[in-house]
Nanobody, 126 residues
Framework: EVQLVESGGGLVQAGRSLRLSCAAS????????IGWFRRAPGKEREGVSC????????YYADSVKGRFTITSDNAKNTVYLQMNSLKPEDTAVYYC???????????????????WGQGTQVTVSS
């Protein structure tokens, strides 16, 4: 059974950092891209970042570029999202997702991802 489990969310003050983890089981990262999405209250789901296991390429939304870093530990089947200089507008539920056959990092739409985690809440206070 394929599972993605996010962890690492919480409540932090603006300017601080958090690291989210996405632990995968039931499949290996080969030929997958792992993406991070977020949904803030009253807003549409937004693609935040993506990493390809095939070529190691990464993608970041403009809203997080320079502040967030996505990395992958293939031996642990885990992807991390290091979030620095957090802002109140980063407050959202963050989801990781796995997309088979996505061979490079891109702003892939949500429907390209076949597996999703349950989400972890990130709240940034001002």
């Amino acid at each position: 059974e394929v599972q993605l489990v996010e962890s690492g969310g919480g409540l932090v003050q603006a300017g601080r950092s958090l690291r989210l983890s996405c632990a995968a089981s039931g499949f290996t990262f080969d030929d997958y891209a792992i993406g991070w999405f977020r949904r803030a209250p009253g807003k549409e789901r937004e693609g935040v970042s993506c990493i390809s296991s095939t070529d190691g390429s990464t993608y970041y939304a403009d809203s997080v570029k320079g502040r967030f870093t996505i990395t992958s530990d293939n031996a642990k089947n885990t992807v991390y999202l290091q979030m620095n200089s957090l802002k109140p507008e980063d407050t959202a539920v963050y989801y990781c997702a796995a997309g088979e056959g996505l061979l490079y990092a891109h702003n892939w739409p949500a429907y390209e991802y076949g597996y999703w985690g349950q989400g972890t809440q990130v709240t940034v206070s001002s």
